[in-house]
């Protein structure tokens, strides 16, 4: 008997939490499971989901669904989930981030759904609301662990800082990757000098690179405000950032306050990051908050160093001192001084490179494929399900 599956993610993002959970529908539809994606739809996210479906993912649009916090809407949505799973009649429920974390597996229990599965692919503990709403968002996680059987956690801090705020049982976690096709993305990738040539950079250039979206989040704030330090010190350094959003503005606006606004290249939002990565000298990582951070493994697997915050799951990917380099979060003279150092040491950043290759495969595809897939078989064996 074939188990079926609903997925469910508040959108499919241009990023790591989709590109995983597209990832995840592949794997399990390869390993003999029937997986439905449900997210939905926005004009924005067309890249991802063209890449779901050439990739094979059945995808289903649930128009109501939506990020922010709307009662008539998410109503809508929690009846468009259930008319969903009535119709599907799928032995375990997996929802993907905050959102439909919540409303898909209220969907769940009330549509009495065998098994449960939640993967946060991070939290929003910190770094992006209020005291009183965190506060809220918290409740609302521990009530929604009552209704889950398993919750997966991209590292293992990401299990601890769910556990710290008492939400679910140490029992229910595990730790599964977002896996990188690391050998995959070595072998697509440019050389140096071909990646720079294509994006007009000069070889003798220090390149750092930012990959993610432009919103406050992710603390490229910071990333400029370090880089006056950093051309003072290093005159060739060149910032390129990579993604689109709200900040984008607010960002080229205080590199021109900071005298720096040559410096700072705006690349917009890129499908396709591995060109940007092969030129990079360092990626910077200065974000408030994240689940892991799937491009560090990127760049990493390129023998790209990474200077980040010591913040969410960064610290179970890069080691401080042996493939990177972490800091406070918040601190722009801490991180000016971390990229200062790699700029000036090629040798260190070629032997931080060389660590963070090797360190790269204990988050590859691979590894990720075969992590899920047990949490898979093993849940199916508790339940029943075969």
């Not at 990127?298 to 800091?327: K, N, Q, S, Y």
Request: a positive charge; hydrophobic letters at 50%.
């Amino acid at each position: 008997m074939t188990v079926r599956v609903l997925h469910a993610i508040t959108r499919l993002t241009l990023g790591g939490s989709s590109e995983n959970t597209i990832a995840s529908c592949v794997a399990l539809d390869r390993a003999g499971f029937e997986c439905t994606l449900a997210a939905s739809f926005r004009e924005s996210d067309a890249a991802s989901l063209v890449d779901a479906r050439r990739r094979g993912c059945r995808v289903v649009d649930l128009p109501a669904l939506g990020r922010e916090v709307a009662p008539l809407a998410d109503l809508t949505a929690l009846a468009q989930i259930l008319r969903l799973i009535r119709r599907e009649r799928p032995a375990i429920v997996h929802t993907h981030t905050s959102k439909a974390g919540f409303i898909g597996r209220l969907a769940a229990v009330i549509a009495r759904v065998p098994a449960v599965i939640h993967q946060p692919h991070g939290h929003v503990f910190y770094g992006y609301y209020s005291p009183r709403r965190t506060a809220v968002f918290t409740a609302l996680e521990r009530q929604a662990a009552r209704w889950t059987d398993r919750i997966v956690t991209l590292t293992d801090r990401g299990a601890a800082e769910h556990l710290a705020r008492g939400i679910g049982r140490a029992a229910q976690y595990v730790a599964v990757p977002s896996g990188v096709p690391t050998a995959e993305l070595r072998a697509g990738a440019p050389t140096r000098t071909e990646a720079r040539a294509r994006l007009g950079l000069a070889p003798d250039t220090f390149v750092v690179v930012g990959l993610g979206r432009l919103v406050p989040i992710k603390g490229f704030d910071l990333l400029v405000r370090a880089l006056p330090a950093v051309a003072a010190q290093i005159p060739s350094t060149r910032v390129v950032l990579v993604g689109d959003g709200a900040e984008r503005g607010r960002l080229d606006a205080l590199a021109c306050a900071l005298g720096v606004g040559a410096r700072l290249d705006l690349a917009g939002e890129v499908f396709g990051v591995t060109t940007h990565l092969a030129a990079a000298d360092v990626l910077a990582v200065p974000s408030r908050n994240e689940g892991m951070g799937r491009v560090m493994v990127e760049a990493m697997a390129l023998r790209i160093p990474v200077v980040a915050t010591a913040v969410g799951g960064i610290p179970d990917v890069v080691v401080d001192g042996e493939c990177g380099r972490l800091v406070a979060p918040e601190d722009a003279d801490a991180f000016s001084a971390a990229l200062i150092e790699l700029g000036r040491d090629e040798a260190l950043r070629r032997k931080l490179g060389e660590a963070a290759e090797v360190r790269a495969e204990s988050f590859s595809a691979s590894v990720a494929r075969e992590k899920l897939l047990a949490v898979y078989a093993d849940l199916v064996r508790a339940k029943g399900l075969r």
